[in-house]
């Protein structure tokens, strides 16, 4: 680009920029320009080398939304910076951090607010759009940052010529299905037409060119209608001392094709393709009965329809809307809309509810107001017994009951039932996510299993291929989704442990000289009082039932009836005192309980549970022995230097995340002392910390991975010796 047109260019962002400060709201102070100025200049610099899809340089995308912030929505400086900067933290490598140590924390919260709603799904949006509207309200903590974020999409829509087909496609449908609802429901009308218009334009563009162009060549009839209709009435108004204009506008080409849909009808058979707009230059105590002189005067000229009369003077729409419309039989008898309203109803109908307060305050407006507005439409929400009734009655089935919005890291929305924990949220996403789930990272921060979400987290699924869906899981899930699919896996487990478990039995019956068949295993169902061979071979292949038991099964074998007879009671207690949560699987070795890789031997084929220890030998690695192996005597006095302490765990304990509840009195270093004591005492991974601290007593959460229950109770007992600490607990299971 050569020097002339840069030039060009630069007068042109300038004169851009000058016109946005004409639109401002004219009492707008020295402060609020200072701020302005510094957003345009930082949003300048931030996107100076970066052009849009159509050429033009970046920045004239920002402050054509500035633009529409100030003059369409009518909000103050603090919006108008913020639609300057919207795009900056997305497009440009400046960070939130950067914008609240160049602005402040408000500025930083709505850019937020606005970069978060624009991780967008690739999936079909219409399927989404409700949730997603209902997403926006709920989660953005100003309003403000769905009012930009309008303007944002109006200036986008606006400016789609430049995008390839199917993005315009795609844009417009998001456009109709989230945006222009959403802008009609704060009140924008204006926006929202110009957003329905555009969409159709796009998503339709034959139907869209069809009504552009009838309505141009009916215009000029159109136009004479209304001069006939209102040359009357403007007489009679006059004649009253009413100061008023009138406007005769066809209706949105959107609704013309709405109607035209709706109604089975052609373009021609349309009868209400435009309306006659009546508006009053009224002072606020007048403008009731100025707006129903008027009325009347109306009718004394055309007769009007009784069925079609709207009085939301009266009682205003719940979006702010105060109007009188009317239906009357004009000249040629053909049915005129007619809408009365002053010019205040007109900017607020226009604008929605920023025109609203900034009436309300009488001229006194300031950006501060529109936190009243944010808190009224947060009143509204929340309490059904307001009389915004249209409003709520979309909104509040969503807000009082029972569903969350969240999203997966791509941007997906995920609907889930109030109180559904992260595992949930790793189910639905997927079995094998969920069956393998360790934990989650919600907004960037570790979780347990159990964290529970809401609206508008942010959700990444931390997973291990080792993770194996756990009973307790079932505590923790509260979609029947993941209740179902822990269960089945559960069970799946449970048949493989028990085929697994059949073998090491054959194994153990043959070791005493029994024969594996059913009626020995009839035998030992009825005298350990099971009630499926499943449970007796998954027992088995836990380890639950252990060489003990056979041995005591072989001991009376031959008069188990009289045992029975004799000791039914306490052998029933002795079973149903095994630990339920004991599943011995894995070996460890040495004090430091290492894992190392390990055969069984075949001399004495141990299984789970078993009294065992660990022989080095030359060739094959280590061995595992019983204690009561025929060779065990001979190796251990022979070799006792190649013999390894060798101890069962249960596997499932490795590796979980564990919060640790942390309470005591602040002193200087004790994070610090804390820390020393995990990471480099205990070698014990650290996932997350979190502490605060008021009024000299701290209160903390420290999320560690732990091996097992040992290694807990290590760190519990550490963490209790530093000075100040006055509890540790585990918070929750994480597993
Ligand atoms: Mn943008």
């Known amino acids: 680009m050569d020097e002339i047109a840069l030039e060009k260019e630069n007068t042109e962002i300038v004169r851009r920029y000058k016109t946005l400060l004409r639109s401002c709201n004219s009492d707008i102070t020295r402060e609020d320009k200072k701020l302005i100025r510094q957003a345009f200049n930082f949003a ?44 900056v933290v997305e497009d440009t490598h400046y960070t939130l951090n950067d914008i609240e140590r160049i602005f402040n924390p408000k500025i930083r919260q709505i850019i937020n607010g606005l970069t978060k709603i624009s991780v967008f799904s690739e999936k079909d949006i219409s399927a989404q759009a409700e949730n997603f509207r209902k997403m926006l309200l709920t989660i953005s903590d100003d309003v403000r940052v769905i009012l930009i974020k309008l303007a944002d999409r109006l200036h986008n829509m606006q400016t789609l010529d430049a995008m390839p087909r199917y993005k315009q ?18 009140g924008l009308y204006s926006v929202k037409t110009e957003l329905e218009d555009l969409g159709l334009k796009y998503t339709e563009p034959e139907v869209y060119n069809d009504i552009v162009q009838q309505l141009n060549a009916t215009k000029n009839s159109r136009v004479k209608y209304i001069q006939k209709f209102t040359k009357p009435l403007k007489a009679s108004l006059k004649g009253h001392q009413l100061l008023f204009s009138i406007k005769g506008r066809p209706k949105s080409i959107f609704s013309i094709r709405k109607k035209m849909k709706n109604q089975g009808v052609s373009f021609d058979e349309v009868y209400d393709k435009f309306a006659i707009r009546i508006i009053i230059d009224s002072e606020l105590e007048n403008e009731k009965s100025d707006c129903w002189k008027t009325y009347s005067l109306i009718t004394d000229h055309y007769r009007p329809n009784p069925d079609r009369l709207r009085d939301w003077i009266s009682t205003p729409k719940a979006n702010g809307y105060e109007s009188l419309h009317t239906t009357v039989m004009g000249p040629n008898g053909k049915w005129v809309e007619v809408q009365i309203r002053t010019e205040r109803m007109d900017e607020i109908a226009e604008k929605g509810y920023a025109a609203h307060w900034k009436y309300k305050q009488k001229g006194n407006y300031k950006e501060g107001n529109l936190e009243d507005w944010i808190n009224q439409i947060r009143d509204m929400l929340k309490n059904p017994e307001s009389n915004a009734v249209d409003f709520l009655e979309e909104f509040k089935l969503n807000l009082f009951s029972k569903e969350i919005f969240v999203f997966t890291p791509n941007g997906d929305l995920i609907t889930l039932p109030k109180g559904a924990s992260v595992l949930d949220f790793a189910f639905d996403i997927h079995t094998q996510l969920g069956a393998t789930c360790l934990g989650c990272k919600v907004n960037g921060k570790i979780v347990p299993l159990s964290h529970k979400l809401k609206s508008g987290d942010q959700v990444e699924v931390i997973s291990s291929q080792k993770q194996k869906p756990k009973k307790s899981w079932l505590n923790i ?30 194994r153990k019956l043959k070791h005493i000289r029994l024969t594996f068949d059913e009626n020995t295993v009839n035998k030992l169902m009825n005298y350990f009082k099971y009630k499926t061979s499943l449970d007796l071979f998954y027992d088995v292949g836990t380890g639950v039932f252990n060489n003990m038991m056979i041995k005591d099964f072989a001991r009376n074998r031959n008069n188990w009836y009289k045992y029975i007879r004799n000791k039914l009671s306490k052998k029933t207690d002795k079973i149903s005192s095994v630990d339920e949560e004991l599943k011995l699987d894995t070996l460890v070795f040495g004090a430091n309980e290492d894992k190392l890789n390990y055969s069984y031997s075949k001399c004495c084929s141990p299984i789970p549970g078993d009294d065992v220890f660990g022989f080095t030998t030359i060739k094959d690695g280590i061995k595992i022995h019983r204690q009561d192996c025929p060779n065990a005597i001979r190796l251990q006095s022979n070799f006792a230097y190649r013999i390894l302490e060798t101890k069962w765990i249960d596997s499932s304990n490795q590796q979980s995340l564990a919060v640790l509840h942390i309470k005591g009195i602040d002193s200087i270093g004790f994070i610090n002392e804390i820390t020393q004591i995990l990471s480099n005492n205990l070698k014990v991974n650290i ?8 009024d000299g007593v701290f209160d903390g959460m420290i999320t560690v991975l732990i091996n097992d229950k040992k290694n807990l109770a290590a760190i519990i007992e550490n963490i209790k010796k530093v000075k100040g600490i006055t509890s540790v607990s585990r918070k929750f299971k994480s597993t």
């Open 477 to 506: 899930v509260v979609t029947a989704r993941a209740k179902n699919q822990i269960k089945s896996s559960l069970k799946e487990e449970k048949k493989q442990i028990a085929e697994e478990g059949k073998e090491i039995l054959r």
């Open 687 to 694: 996932q997350s910390m979190n502490i605060s601290s008021s």
């Open 169 to 186: 496609q795609k844009i417009s449908s998001e456009t109709l299905y989230i945006y222009a609802p959403l802008a009609h429901r704060l």
């Open 44 to 87: 300048v610099e931030a996107h100076k080398d970066i052009r849009r899809q159509s050429g033009e340089p970046y920045i004239f995308h920002p402050i054509a939304v500035a633009q529409i912030v100030a003059k369409d929505i009518g909000l103050g400086a603090t919006s108008i910076a913020c639609a300057l900067l919207h795009d």
